[in-house]
């Protein structure tokens, strides 16, 4: 299922585990302060960015994305923050979208912005893979004035304790990591699609999709793009649990952690009803019996990173491989359970009942 995989764990700020495990190429053992590509699991850090420009007063979460990204219509005039911070605003773009293409940050936001909506904003749920999120950073922007790498690597990864994490990795600083970067590897992930009104699943090879390539490792995708050690992506939960440099204040953690999306069907995860914070999956969206507080994200196929309040529990897992979605969920649900099985009765009576998603016997196309 991969070759090499990090997994980060503390407890009320205390590190208890940080463990690197395989082979990031043959012969080389794979270490805790590599840098892994996190995908969707950076999806987080922009949200974060956001709504500290929201508690700085400095935006509105229902605000039209229309008043700060210029050429927005298409029918897409509602869309507001907050629609986009839960996936319903109305521009999955899975299709004909701009996620692995070697564009221009400008250029996409450009082409986004013109796309005829897909429905109504805040009528249909359906995750945003990559769209939401440029469009998200494009709005810092109009904000701060900072372009979203620049802002998310000052005010997040640096006031957080980061010092390797990125939102994306210049060329030059990829050749200095060298064999510290470690390369992704296809081991049968597949993506849905809508075909004549049915979904359909078919591969998503990201290797020939050039997802090691050094233009793909450069480009700026806010919610896809992110880099560094599962530890200091544990370092980001952390903060926003109490236990590091404050990134969020506490009431701002706690709207960020609840429930604003419940009851839709998502039409990319196999239309199940899967609940959302405000860039974060909460509780009831998240598989192997985690606290009823607890909220995270994973990454396409290959990683999760959560903070559970209650429990003042932080884990992180990525691994290097992409396998089959329902395989991925099953590993996800396996290490998620045996870490907070680990903790025994001082967090039994926190955890949500869960099941495993094999139990089913339905492959979903999950792929966050």
């Known amino acids: 299922m991969h070759d090499a995989a990090q997994l980060y764990v503390s407890h009320r700020g205390k590190t ?31 949200a974060v960015a956001v709504l500290q420009l929201w508690e700085q007063g400095r935006l509105g979460l229902d605000d039209l994305i229309a008043d700060y990204v210029k050429g927005w219509g298409g029918g897409k005039e509602r869309c507001t923050i ?8 109305g521009f999955a773009m899975r299709r004909d979208g701009v996620g692995d293409q070697d564009l221009p940050y400008e250029e996409k936001v450009r082409r986004i912005a013109a796309h005829p909506a897909e429905s109504v904003p805040g009528t249909v749920a359906e995750y945003h893979l990559t769209t939401g999120w440029t469009i998200l950073g494009a709005v810092v922007e109009a ?3 900072r372009p979203i790498k620049q802002y998310v690597e000052e005010e997040v990864f640096a006031r957080a304790g980061m010092p390797t994490s990125r939102l994306a990795i210049d060329v030059e600083e990829q050749a200095a990591l060298g064999d510290r970067l470690i390369p992704m590897r296809w081991r049968g992930h597949q993506m849905a699609y809508e075909k004549d009104g049915k979904t359909v699943v078919v591969p998503y090879d990201i290797e020939k999709a050039g997802h090691n390539e050094p233009w793909y490792r450069s480009r700026v995708e806010p919610g896809s793009s992110g880099h560094g050690p599962a530890s200091e992506l544990g370092r980001f939960y952390e903060c926003l649990l109490g236990f590091g440099p404050q990134l969020l204040e506490p009431r701002t953690v706690e709207v960020m952690i609840a429930t604003h999306r419940s009851g839709m069907r998502d039409r990319l995860f196999g239309n199940l009803k899967v609940p959302w914070g405000l860039g974060v999956n909460v509780s009831g969206g998240i598989g192997g019996g985690v606290g009823r507080r607890a909220f ?13 309040p209650d429990a003042g529990l932080v884990m992180v897992l ?3 491989g992409l396998p089959k979605p329902l395989d991925n969920e099953a590993r ?6 045996a870490v907070y099985s680990a903790f025994g009765d001082d967090v039994a009576h926190l955890r949500r009942p869960s099941r495993h998603p094999k139990a089913s016997g339905q492959d979903v196309a999950y792929s966050s």
């Open 16 to 46: 208890l585990l940080n463990h690197a495990m395989g082979e990031s190429q043959t012969g080389r053992a794979l270490r805790a302060d590599d840098v892994m590509l996190w995908y969707s699991s950076s999806k987080p850090v922009t």
């Open 82 to 89: 907050r629609h986009v911070l839960t996936h319903t605003g």
């Open 143 to 145: 904000v701060d004035g």
């Open 296 to 308: 995270g994200h994973g990454g396409m196929g290959t990683s999760r990173g959560l903070g559970d």
């Open 318 to 320: 990525i691994t290097n």
């Open 332 to 337: 996800l649900y396996e290490v998620t359970d």
